[in-house]
Every structure is written in structure tokens, then in C-alpha cells.
């Protein structure tokens, strides 16, 4: 069957460390994997987008990484801040053009 | 600019009642969601329109769930019949078109909770 997991344990790291966070898919192919942030009582937010074809993106302190082969997306996030403190959502974008989430993980970074 | 809205913010209804959320997308965007979340968990898919073409409504969980998009603008999501086990966020999102290669602008939510 089809799906993407997320860690669904908090993650809980210092101010100033690197977060890594997971996105790992089974019986999918996608061409676009998207990250997304949830703050609580909010819609979430988009981040980033990459391409089966790129392996590797970069927007300011974020960067995502997509292996097709090991079907799977890290999302890191270098010089946390408490700020930073939110959810992270992974998308994959799928044949029909929806895209389908993850669960989620938290990420929680203490002062 | 104006982002998505969505209203009601909160809706508390009865078991059984009818209940119609609304999204407004930000206009230009042909592509329309709904999306589900309960609490703790991830985004659930219920459908989605883009522009004139009929719409994607594999996520719906139920017949009770339905929803219109009137002159490729505005949708109103029902839900008849309410059940406990509806009780969740309601989130909208619209793009400019459907596909992954387009970043999906999210709405506040309704929260809908059924007593």
C-alpha cells in the first residue's frame, strides 16, 4: 500500500544545532516532493518545492534533499532558532496533480 | 494581498444537523482544495477543483460530504447529517493550478466540532 512517513515523535533540539527532519514514501513516484510549516491554530505554510531531478535545494537556513532511490526527503534546518519551533508537513505531489501529506513531525528547539 | 479566507472561524453543531463551510481562494487561483485534519494528525485530502474541469473527489469519506465551487470562485463544502466523527479541522487551499509544481496557499480553517 501507499505511505509516507513522518517521525511522529517530537523532535527537540538546542538553539543554534542543525534539525534534520524525515520523509520517508513507499508505492509512490513523485515528481515534486513540497515542504510545508504548521504553527498551531494555523493553515500550513509552503517552504520549499524540489524536483525528482534535483537531489539537493536551498533556501536560506533551509535545505532539502530528495533520493527517488531511497525514496526519501530530509529537511534540515542549520542555525535553529526557537522561532523555528512549529510542525513540518512533506507533500508529495501525485499523477492526478493533488498532493498527499504526511502526519507531520513536530520540532521543538529550546533556548 | 488578500490570502485565502475561510468562514466560520469555529462551528459547534448538533449530531445529525447539516453544516456548509465556505472558502474564499485568492483570486486568479484555478485550483481550489479541501483538505481534513483531525487532531495530531496530518492533512487528509477530500477534494479538489481546477478551473471548469470536473472535480477530483476521490478523498470525500462519505456521500454526507459534498461540495460546489460557484463561477470557478468561492466553495462551500456540506456536510449532511453530521456525526461525532467529523469533528476536525476543515482547511481550504487554493494555487494557481493543480499539479506539485504549484505551492498550495492555505486558509485559517473551521474548526467543527459535532456534541
Known amino acids: 500500500s501507499q505511505k509516507i512517513e513522518q517521525n511522529s515523535e517530537a523532535l527537540n533540539i538546542q538553539e543554534g544545532k542543525t534539525a534534520t527532519l524525515t520523509c520517508n514514501y513507499t508505492n509512490y513516484s513523485p515528481a515534486y516532493l513540497q515542504w510545508y510549516r504548521q504553527d498551531p491554530g494555523r493553515g500550513p505554510v509552503f517552504l520549499l518545492l524540489?524536483?525528482?531531478?534535483?537531489k539537493e535545494k536551498r533556501k536560506e537556513r533551509l535545505k532539502v534533499t530528495f533520493d527517488t532511490t531511497l525514496k526519501q526527503s530530509l529537511f534540515h534546518i542549520t542555525a535553529s532558532q526557537p522561532a523555528d519551533s512549529a510542525t513540518y508537513l512533506c507533500a508529495l505531489a501525485v499523477a492526478t496533480g493533488k498532493l498527499i501529506f504526511g502526519q507531520g513531525t513536530t520540532l521543538q528547539v529550546k533556548p | 494581498g488578500a490570502g485565502v479566507s475561510q468562514s466560520p472561524s469555529n462551528k459547534v453543531t448538533e449530531k445529525g444537523k447539516d453544516v456548509e463551510l465556505r472558502c474564499d481562494p485568492i483570486s486568479g487561483h484555478t485550483a481550489l482544495y479541501w483538505y481534513r485534519q483531525s487532531l495530531g494528525q496530518g492533512l487528509e485530502f477530500l477534494i479538489y477543483?481546477?478551473?471548469?474541469?470536473?472535480?477530483?473527489k476521490s478523498g470525500l469519506p462519505s456521500d454526507r460530504f459534498s461540495a460546489e465551487r460557484t463561477g470557478g470562485s468561492v466553495s462551500t463544502l456540506t456536510i449532511q447529517r453530521t456525526q461525532q466523527e467529523d469533528s476536525a479541522v476543515y482547511l481550504c487551499?487554493?494555487?494557481?493550478?493543480?499539479?506539485?509544481?504549484?505551492?498550495?496557499?492555505f486558509g485559517p480553517g473551521t474548526r467543527l466540532t459535532v456534541t
Open positions: 524540489i524536483r525528482e531531478n534535483e
Open positions: 477543483f481546477q478551473g471548469n474541469s470536473a472535480p477530483d
Open positions: 487551499a487554493s494555487s494557481k493550478r493543480v499539479g506539485g509544481l504549484h505551492e498550495q496557499y
